[in-house]
């Protein structure tokens, strides 16, 4: 029971995280008649979403059923890691959670879930913005990883892989999208910024502006 409590923990971490994402995509198609690209409008971007959306699907579920019905279905028992384990990584997954709706807001109205080569959003370098390129994929790196730790399965460590490497992938999209949008703001924002670490903890405006 107690290693189960951790994966129960995380479940709600992760399902609140996503709930929190679908209604800010059903805000902004309420706000703009746009889905904030739930759906991308580029070819790629509805591709890649084949693949990540259904594991995210599973980084809900596998917590849940980890959590209710231990040892039930191959793939999903995890490795008893140390029972202190489990719970510092849930506790790093809800401050990621708490972090990332900061972020979140700090978005605002510039907050996308991909690329629309037709539209132009606002270029946000303040708040976690001035330190961090991409803190909210950072952060979901982050409690990916934490995921990890607390369910150390096949299933998840498959699915946060996949989750990872989707996300290191799509900052790397967005950078080439947002070079073309926002030209030398956006180049010299990129050299004096770190993408998913802080190269200083001067902020950006103060560093290199």
């Known amino acids: 029971m107690p290693h189960q409590l951790p994966a129960l923990l995380l479940g709600i971490i992760v399902t609140v995280y996503w709930a929190r994402v679908l209604k800010m995509v059903v ?6 008649g746009r889905d904030a690209n739930f759906v991308p409008r580029e070819t790629l ?6 693949i990540w959306y259904p594991a995210v699907i599973l980084w809900i579920i596998i917590p849940f059923v980890a959590a209710l ?4 279905i191959p793939g999903l028992n995890p490795y008893r890691l140390p029972i202190a384990f489990p719970w510092i990584a849930a506790f790093i997954a809800a401050a990621c959670l708490i972090l990332t709706w900061i972020c979140w807001r700090k978005m605002g109205r510039s907050w996308r879930m991909g690329i629309d080569p037709d539209e132009k ?6 708040g976690p913005y001035a330190y961090v390129r991409h803190p909210i994929y950072a952060l979901q790196i982050l409690l990916a990883l934490a995921s990890m730790v607390v369910i150390l399965s096949f299933a998840m460590v498959v699915t946060c892989g996949i989750i990872i490497i989707f996300l290191y992938w799509e900052a790397r999209r967005e950078e080439e999208y947002l070079l073309r949008l926002h030209g030398e703001i956006y180049g010299s924002y990129k050299n ?7 190269r200083s903890f001067v902020p950006y405006r103060t560093a290199c502006v």
């Open 27 to 32: 805000k902004q198609r309420r706000r703009t």
């Open 45 to 50: 971007g509805r591709t890649l979403r084949i």
């Open 69 to 72: 019905w231990p040892g039930r």
């Open 121 to 126: 959003t606002q270029l946000i370098v303040s």
């Open 192 to 198: 004096c910024v770190g993408g998913f670490f802080p």
